[in-house]
């Protein structure tokens, strides 16, 4: 399994610390959050940062994954703000752009994204053509520059669950770039199947795995063991899916190095019981 650990969980550590320590634990991979402190998008060297990050990436032999969750890169008072469905949507589609530079630079296949809660005023259905106008321009994008959109249905947000997010492919027309990030404690916090259900269902899509302990109702991001999921049968349902499974603990920069030492350890464990 190819273990990653998003970055967002290392907000404490300047970038090429965090990957140094993912990549001393044993992950193969980074979900890596373009934010202020982490490949910030509109800093003036920029471009030095993403090379000297994608070669640092290479001496470490970790994969990399584009993760856009930064709660206030774009607006200093609003946290995920802009989205793609608010007014000013534009500026969430520069900022998803860059990411996609950015990707293509560090040779990561996959950026993810999502659609953000709808504003009060916005009648759902106006929502969804919205969002479905956006998505197509940044598929566009996407094809000029090679790389795979991950979308991730997140609790509170236009698109919360899987059937929101098979609804907008469809209204893409199933394009072959737009791919699915599936949060595996989103799936035991409000779907109505079961987490090895949902990867099941999720897999013809799936292009990038967040993963975590999760309880019923409750969206907080748990050490795993602290939750309700049953682990060892959501990862035999992983079973044939190649891309990153990384751990997202936001909350946890405090203890970073040693909440990642124990969350490779649990997985590692919880990966070897199927077998055994």
Same mark, same amino acid.
């Given at each position: 399994?190819?273990?990653?650990?998003? #970055?967002?969980?290392?907000?404490?550590?300047? *970038?090429? +610390? @965090? *990957?140094?320590?993912?990549?001393? $634990?044993?992950?193969?991979?980074?979900?890596? =959050?373009?934010?202020?402190?982490?490949?910030?998008?509109?800093?003036?060297?920029?471009?030095?940062?993403?090379?000297? =990050?994608?070669?640092?990436?290479?001496?470490?032999?970790?994969?990399?994954?584009?993760?856009?969750?930064?709660?206030?890169?774009?607006?200093?008072?609003?946290?995920?703000?802009? =989205?793609?469905?608010?007014?000013?949507?534009?500026?969430?589609?520069?900022?998803?752009?860059? @990411?996609?530079?950015?990707?293509?630079?560090?040779?990561?296949?996959?950026?993810?994204?999502?659609?953000?809660?709808? /504003?009060?005023?916005?009648?759902?259905? %106006?929502?969804?053509?919205?969002? #479905?106008?956006?998505?197509?321009?940044?598929?566009?994008?996407?094809?000029?520059?090679?790389?795979?959109?991950?979308?991730?249905? !997140?609790?509170?947000? $236009?698109? +919360?669950? $899987?059937?929101?997010?098979? %609804?907008?492919?469809?209204?893409?027309?199933?394009?072959?770039?737009?791919?699915? =990030? *599936?949060?595996?404690?989103?799936?035991?916090?409000?779907? !109505?199947?079961?987490?090895? @259900?949902?990867?099941?269902?999720?897999?013809?899509? $799936?292009?990038?795995?967040?993963?975590?302990?999760?309880?019923?109702?409750?969206?907080?991001?748990? !050490?795993?063991?602290?939750?309700?999921?049953?682990? /060892?049968?959501?990862?035999?349902?992983?079973?044939?899916?190649?891309?990153?499974?990384?751990?997202? *603990? @936001? %909350?946890?920069?405090?203890?970073?190095?040693?909440?990642?030492?124990?969350?490779?350890?649990?997985?590692?464990?919880?990966?070897?019981?199927?077998?055994?």
């Amino acid at each position: 399994m190819n273990w990653a650990y998003c #970055t967002n969980g290392f907000r404490d550590h300047r *970038l090429p +610390e @965090a *990957l140094a320590v993912l990549a001393d $634990l044993g992950y193969s991979g980074a979900a890596i =959050t373009l934010d202020h402190g982490h490949l910030d998008p509109y800093s003036a060297g920029l471009a030095a940062e993403v090379a000297r =990050t994608a070669k640092l990436l290479g001496e470490l032999g970790l994969g990399a994954v584009v993760e856009t969750g930064g709660r206030y890169t774009l607006d200093p008072w609003r946290k995920h703000h802009p =989205t793609l469905l608010g007014d000013d949507a534009w500026r969430r589609a520069d900022y998803l752009r860059r @990411a996609m530079r950015v990707a293509a630079d560090l040779g990561a296949p996959v950026v993810h994204l999502w659609s953000g809660a709808r /504003p009060d005023d916005l009648p759902e259905e %106006r929502a969804w053509e919205r969002l #479905t106008g956006w998505c197509e321009s940044l598929l566009d994008d996407a094809d000029a520059v090679g790389v795979t959109l991950a979308f991730e249905p !997140e609790p509170g947000m $236009l698109v +919360e669950d $899987l059937a929101g997010y098979e %609804r907008l492919r469809g209204e893409l027309g199933g394009h072959p770039r737009f791919g699915l =990030t *599936l949060d595996l404690g989103h799936c035991r916090c409000l779907e !109505e199947q079961d987490v090895p @259900a949902c990867v099941r269902r999720a897999l013809p899509y $799936l292009a990038h795995v967040q993963i975590e302990d999760m309880r019923r109702g409750v969206h907080e991001h748990l !050490e795993f063991g602290e939750g309700e999921i049953d682990f /060892p049968p959501v990862l035999a349902a992983l079973r044939g899916y190649e891309g990153q499974v990384a751990v997202e *603990l @936001a %909350r946890h920069g405090h203890a970073a190095p040693e909440v990642a030492r124990r969350s490779i350890d649990f997985l590692r464990r919880a990966h070897a019981g199927l077998d055994g």
